[in-house]
Every structure is written in structure tokens, then in C-alpha cells.
């Protein structure tokens, strides 16, 4: 039993990784309707220039300040670029030139820093300590307490201040939003810098974990079964899924994996989407919405 519990809360801690790459979609789709799929290069462009930056002789303060104000900066270029020119277009058109941004980021990075692999130490310690003889790991606690500081925050934001509030409305109509005075350019710049901070802890927690290389942007696959079982409107959602499918891929690989000959966490996140998608389309936490005509 003791073993059985130290694979789920591996899991959860794990799901609570996914999750900070989730937020970055659920954040950006709150706000445009639209599921951005550079948010993984966004994560792997800001760890990559944080690491080559130390590398460089700077300290961590001052190579965050660095990439704080990166990310801000590729917010408005995001803006002015890619979103401006296609107000009111159709969502796959949108869909798709994210998928180009990814790239461009993907080989921008390369053309700054090359393709080397790197090691990032944020001297968080990874030792591992017991409680109640279930094995926990350090670093992954303190992955769960920055991915909770982030969710109140964010929930806050949304909740509380009026630039959360008109991110509602102009994900619902573009033109609509702006008839009523809400300045749709500031409103997009603002969730692109918000989350271009969340891809900023996401890719320094991950590369922390798994090191910093181009892998680091297939985590935005992971991301994607997170978001259809929380909701791809729901910050809530976005952790609930990843605790979900963190913890399921663990207790999956551990137990049916023997059966079907390992591998299992591969594919098995995405078969239990599957199952959501058919049973509760919306997710747990995802806003139902309801066309009149």
C-alpha cells in the first residue's frame, strides 16, 4: 500500500508540473478563443535564454529581469504582428499562425543560443524525505506550492481586476468588445505578457527537472489532455486535469503496464481525454456554451 501511494503522489506531483504548461493555453484561450500552440516554445525560448544567460556570467536575478522583459517585449510583437492583422478571422486561421510562431521561436532560439543541451540548477533541492514511510520529493513540493501561488494569483486577475473581466468579453466577440470602449490591443497584450510569465516558470521548473533542450516543447502535448479534462476556459480545471492525468499515467504505467508491455503513460492521458471528450465535452470546470438562432 505504502508503494501504491508514493506512485499516486508522484503522479499528482507530476500533474501539477503539466499544469503549469496548461495554464499558459487556458490563459490565452480565455482571452482570444484561440488555443495557442507556441505556448510550449514560449516555455523553452524563455529557460533556454535564462540558462544561456547564467552561462554567460549573470546572475539569476538579473537574467530574469532579462527574460521578464523578453517576454513582455514578444507580447507585443505577438500583438501588433500576428493578432492585430486578424481580428475576426476564423480560429483555425488564428490556430495556425500560432503553430508558425512556434516554430519561429523554435528556430529563433537555436539562432541565439544553438542547439545544446544544458543542465539548470535553481537550487531547489531534489532530495527525497518521508512522510509516514511514502517517499516525497522536495523539488516537487515546491513545484506544487509555485503552481498554487500562480493559480491564486491568476484567479485573482481574472476574477478582480477589470482587465480580467474584459478578457471575458473579447473572447466572446472581438467587435463586440471593442463597440463598448475595451481596447482590444491592450487586453491581448496584457494575457500575452501574463502568460509569457506563466511560460517563464513552466520552462524553469521543467528544465530544472528534465534539462533544458528542444524537448521541451512537445510539453505542450501533455498539456493538451490536462485542458480537455479541466476546461479550456478553466485556471481551476487546468490543475484539476493535471492532477488527474499525472496521477492516472503513473498508477497506469506501474500497474497495467506489465500487461500491455510498458509505455502505457505514453498514450494513456490521451485515451482518458478521449473518454471525457465523449462523456463531457466541456470538461469539469469548462464553460457550456449555447448558440441561439
Not at 33 to 39: A, E, F, T
Not at 43 to 57: D, N, P, R, Y
Not at 239 to 253: D, H, N, P, Q, R
Request: hydrophobic share 65%.
Amino acid at each position: 500500500m505504502t508503494f501504491f501511494f508514493e506512485v499516486l503522489i508522484a503522479g499528482l506531483l507530476t500533474g501539477v508540473m503539466y499544469s503549469l504548461v496548461a495554464l499558459g493555453l487556458v490563459l490565452i484561450f480565455k482571452a482570444s478563443g484561440i488555443l495557442n500552440m507556441s505556448q510550449g516554445a514560449m516555455a523553452l525560448f524563455a529557460a533556454l535564454t535564462f540558462v544561456s544567460l547564467l552561462e554567460m556570467g549573470l546572475n539569476y536575478w538579473l537574467a530574469l529581469v532579462i527574460i521578464l522583459v523578453m517576454m513582455v517585449a514578444h507580447a507585443f510583437i505577438v500583438e501588433r504582428v500576428v493578432l492585430r492583422p486578424l481580428v475576426n478571422q476564423p480560429l483555425i486561421t488564428l490556430f495556425m499562425v500560432t503553430i508558425g510562431w512556434a516554430y519561429f521561436l523554435e528556430g529563433f532560439a537555436q539562432f541565439l543560443w544553438g542547439t545544446v543541451a544544458h543542465n539548470l540548477e535553481l537550487g531547489i533541492p531534489d532530495d527525497a524525505f518521508f512522510v509516514m514511510d511514502v517517499m516525497i520529493s522536495q523539488f516537487d513540493i515546491v513545484a506544487a506550492v509555485v503552481a498554487a501561488v500562480l493559480v491564486t494569483v491568476l484567479a485573482v486577475f481574472f476574477n478582480k481586476t477589470r482587465v480580467g473581466l474584459a478578457l471575458r468579453a473579447v473572447a466572446d466577440d472581438h467587435q463586440g468588445a471593442m463597440s463598448v470602449g475595451i481596447p482590444l490591443r491592450h487586453v491581448w497584450v496584457a494575457v500575452w505578457i501574463v502568460a509569457g510569465i506563466v511560460a517563464i516558470v513552466a520552462g524553469l521548473m521543467w528544465g530544472a527537472r528534465i534539462g533544458i533542450s528542444f524537448a521541451l516543447i512537445t510539453l505542450i502535448l501533455k498539456a493538451f489532455p490536462v485542458i480537455i479534462l479541466g476546461g479550456f476556459t478553466s485556471i481551476t480545471g487546468a490543475v484539476v486535469g493535471g492532477l488527474i492525468i499525472g496521477a492516472s499515467e503513473k498508477v497506469a504505467e506501474v500497474y497495467l503496464g506489465p500487461f500491455v508491455g510498458g509505455g502505457i503513460e505514453n498514450f494513456f492521458p490521451y485515451l482518458l481525454a478521449l473518454i471525457f471528450l465523449l462523456i463531457l465535452p466541456n470538461g469539469l470546470f469548462g464553460d457550456v456554451h449555447i448558440d441561439r438562432v
